[in-house]
Each structure stands twice: as structure tokens, then as C-alpha cells.
């Protein structure tokens, strides 16, 4: 069983960055994919960006390419989003999440509990 645990939220002005992280307990040497989903207040959870087993693929919601890098430090056992130019509609709960196996879509098998992350206007 793998625990993921996010940190790194805050409340931040618009323009502003802020850096999450989500720390594995467990090294696993199965391969797995990485990702982030959000959820705002009344909407559904929704994918941000997920990164591949070797690091080197990532994968991005239109929504946040080219404000958002997400990376991960596999000799850590660490998972990052990197999130700039921050706009109020980014303001949402943010859930890291990791699933077996090499395809970054269908069911994560692995959630943390979320962190919050708020954007002021």
C-alpha cells in the first residue's frame, strides 16, 4: 500500500507561484504513473498533469500548459508540481495520485488527502 501525502499549499496573489509536493511512502520498483487532479468548490475533480515512470513524458490539461511543470525525483520518492502565473480561477484542491502500470489515463489506484491552494484577485 502506498500513502501519498501533498504539501506545499497557501494562498497566493494572482500572477504568484507556489510549488506542491507529494511524498510516496513507499518505493516500489513497478512502474507507475504520477499525477495531480484539482477540485474546486462545486465541480468535479479534473486532471492538471501527470508524468510517466521514467520522468522524461509529462502530460498537461490545456487549461495550465505553459503555467504549470510537473516533475518527479524518483530517488526521493517525490512528486512536484511546479504552478506560475497563478490565476483566481486556479484556486482548488489539489490531489497528487499514482497508478500502475505505464497509461496515465483511467482509475489512480493511489490518492493523497489534498491540499489547498487559493488564488486572490
Known amino acids: 500500500q502506498v500513502q501519498l501525502v501533498e504539501s506545499g499549499g497557501g494562498l497566493v496573489q494572482a500572477g504568484g507561484s507556489l510549488r506542491l509536493s507529494c511524498a510516496a511512502s513507499a518505493r516500489t520498483s513497478s512502474p507507475n504513473v504520477m499525477g495531480w487532479f484539482r477540485q474546486a468548490p462545486g465541480k468535479e475533480r479534473e486532471f492538471v498533469a501527470a508524468v510517466s515512470w521514467g520522468g522524461s513524458t509529462t502530460y498537461y490539461a490545456d487549461s495550465v500548459k505553459g503555467r504549470f511543470t510537473i516533475s518527479r525525483d524518483k530517488a526521493k520518492n517525490t512528486l512536484y508540481l511546479q504552478m506560475n502565473s497563478l490565476k483566481p480561477e486556479d484556486t482548488a484542491v489539489y490531489y497528487c495520485?499514482?497508478?500502475?502500470?505505464?497509461?496515465?489515463?483511467?482509475?489512480?489506484?493511489?490518492w493523497g488527502q489534498g491540499t489547498q491552494v487559493t488564488v486572490s484577485s
Open positions: 495520485a499514482a497508478r500502475n502500470g505505464y497509461n496515465y489515463k483511467g482509475e489512480y489506484d493511489y
